[in-house]
């Protein structure tokens, strides 16, 4: 197995399972989980060049432009050269990935891909914790205390984008926009596409792929999933 260090990202929708697969990863191969929104979190609430003038778009309801994303992906990418990592939620436009591509060449791109309507009725009950960006679903992730957010005790919310109206017009946005990303990666030949209902159905094969490019640092049984699929 080759010993270079690993340059991985995820696709998926809102509410795909991203966050999930992503702390799964990391635990079991050791990479450094970078998430843009954690990132772009911290440069809001530290007042930085880049947090000041994203905190303007999203205070009127704009994106962020990926010029701002990208400047703060790249410099938290420059201190991990010497560390395996996995993108979450960079890059998610065609020139995001193109500045992404001028910097480093990628060995795995696992993109998910979940039914529509399975997308919809995770949204529709999923909450946020604000400040640190945990997220719950109240069907299968649920808070210890329903409303509050397990590490600090506080209040929970449900973004606008997230509720039923706003929901099918997110995800139609998502889809367009991550559309030419996915087949730059497919022409690439570093794209691995994984299908499902489910996330504990689909981790199986995300680890076994991920075992073919890195040793896992705590090592998982899969064969028990593999069987119950073939059941």
Not at 67 to 95: C, S, Y
Not at 157 to 169: G, T
Request: aromatic fraction near 6%; hydrophobic fraction near 35%.
């Amino acid at each position: 197995m080759a010993s270079k260090l690993l340059r991985a990202v995820i696709l998926g929708p809102p509410g795909s399972g991203k966050g999930t697969v992503c702390q799964r990863i990391a635990k079991n191969f050791g990479l450094q989980h970078l998430s843009s929104g954690v990132f772009l979190r911290q440069n809001i609430r530290s007042s930085t060049e880049v947090g000041v003038l994203a905190k303007q778009y999203i205070d009127e309801g704009l994106p962020v432009p990926d010029h701002l994303i990208t400047r703060v992906m790249l410099t938290e990418l420059d201190k991990m050269k010497n560390q395996h990592w996995l993108l979450d939620g960079f890059p998610r436009t065609l020139a995001q990935a193109e500045a992404l591509n001028n910097i480093c060449d990628l060995d795995l791109v696992i993109s998910l891909n979940i039914p529509f309507e399975t997308l919809k009725d995770r949204l529709n009950t999923r909450w946020i914790h604000p400040r640190s960006g945990r997220v719950y679903n109240l069907e299968f992730n649920p808070p210890l205390v329903h409303g509050m957010d397990d590490v600090t005790g506080e209040k929970l919310i449900q973004h606008e984008h997230d509720k039923p109206d706003a929901v099918v017009s997110r995800l139609r946005q998502y889809k367009d926009v991550a559309k030419p990303v996915i087949e730059m990666y497919k022409s690439r030949a570093v794209l691995h596409t994984f299908s499902g209902t489910e996330t504990d159905r689909i981790w199986p094969y995300i680890y076994t792929l991920l075992s073919t490019k890195i040793s896992p640092v705590h090592p998982e049984d899969t064969s028990q999933a593999f069987r119950a699929e073939e059941q």
